[in-house]
């Protein structure tokens, strides 16, 4: 929290000189209305006002500065749905909404450092934060609850000179896994391959697809009251190019898309790290602009799809 209070970056997109003055003022002309009614119905001799005014200014300025803070959360409502995109800087964990997980095609999930030194799935991962949050030492459970969710999904058996570690059942980029815990569901959607050196290679198609494929999967077998939300997927250890500002950019279109031909819940979180937007300085004003216009006129821009690339 600390950090986004002192954060230069927030501070540079959101501190207006003007708008500060033009809320000062405002600030004090709200307390100088409030002046003139109390000194209408209170003798002055009982309250000298005039004694007061350090503390005017003290009140006016601290309005002010809270009216100007840089913001932590913003949400609007996309018209005619009836549904909102919320951005939040803040842990995805820390809410009681439904959570999308991104995960690799062969859903592999080990933690452990058993190879080389190195496990296949980073804890610092939001698929690793989720396995040890939800079944930390419960990998069998977990393996078990997502075989029995892709049953019906269609996988091939990679050779084991491609990949010698892990899983060998391949599931298509968009395979959605459900589980159901705790009171909780997560959604966990294939949008990576795992390589020979068991790091994880995504595109931007790729997410693409998963996010046509996890908001089908949803509205057709999820829960229309549930709170969905999301990472900004593929910019960690998918090693994905894009800036995160597009990525969040392209969550928004294709929710909205995927809205228009069938409503499926009524609010999507679209979870930033407070890290990640530190230290990436993400441009959140940038991103709330598009937030706003997407959601005012309800449109998709296409811009950031690549020709040839569809939405399902």
């Not at 970056?9 to 000062?24: T, V």
């Not at 209305?33 to 000298?48: K, M, P, R």
């Not at 549904?83 to 062969?106: H, K, Q, V, W, Y």
């Amino acid at each position: 929290m600390f950090s986004l209070i002192f954060n230069l970056n927030n501070w540079k997109l959101y501190f207006s000189f003007k708008q500060f003055i033009k809320n000062l003022l405002s600030s004090f002309s709200a307390l100088w209305l409030l002046t003139e009614i109390l000194a209408f119905f209170i003798d002055e001799q009982c309250i000298n006002f005039k004694k007061l005014w350090p503390y005017f200014i003290l009140i006016a300025l601290v309005w002010t500065l809270i009216e100007i803070f840089p913001k932590r959360k913003i949400s609007h409502k996309i018209s005619g749905l009836d549904a909102n995109i919320e951005l939040l800087i803040g842990n995805l964990f820390d809410r009681e909404s439904s959570l999308i997980i991104p995960t690799n095609s062969t859903f592999d999930t080990d933690l452990s450092r058993n190879i080389q030194n190195r496990s296949i799935i980073s804890e610092k991962s939001v698929q690793g934060q989720f396995t040890t949050k939800y079944f930390k030492n419960k990998t069998a459970i977990l393996d078990d609850d997502l075989e029995k969710s892709l049953t019906e999904d269609e996988f091939v058996i990679l050779d084991r000179s491609n990949k010698k570690y892990g899983k060998q059942k391949e599931y298509k980029i968009g395979t959605v896994a459900a589980l159901h815990f705790d009171n909780h569901t997560a959604y966990w959607v294939a949008m990576a391959k795992l390589n020979s050196s068991m790091n994880a290679e995504s595109s931007d198609e790729n997410i693409l697809i998963a996010l046509s494929s996890v908001w089908n999967y949803i509205s057709t077998k999820g829960n229309y009251e549930e709170k969905i939300i999301i990472p900004i997927i593929g910019t960690g250890f998918s090693r994905i190019n894009s800036k995160r500002e597009d990525i969040i950019k392209l969550i928004i279109s294709s929710f909205i898309a995927a809205m228009r031909n069938r409503k499926f819940c009524q609010n999507l979180t679209i979870a930033i790290h407070p890290t990640d937007y530190v230290r990436h300085e993400i441009n959140l004003k940038e991103v709330e602009d598009y937030l706003r216009l997407n959601c005012k006129f309800n449109i998709t821009n296409l811009s950031l799809i690549k020709e040839g690339t569809a939405i399902r």
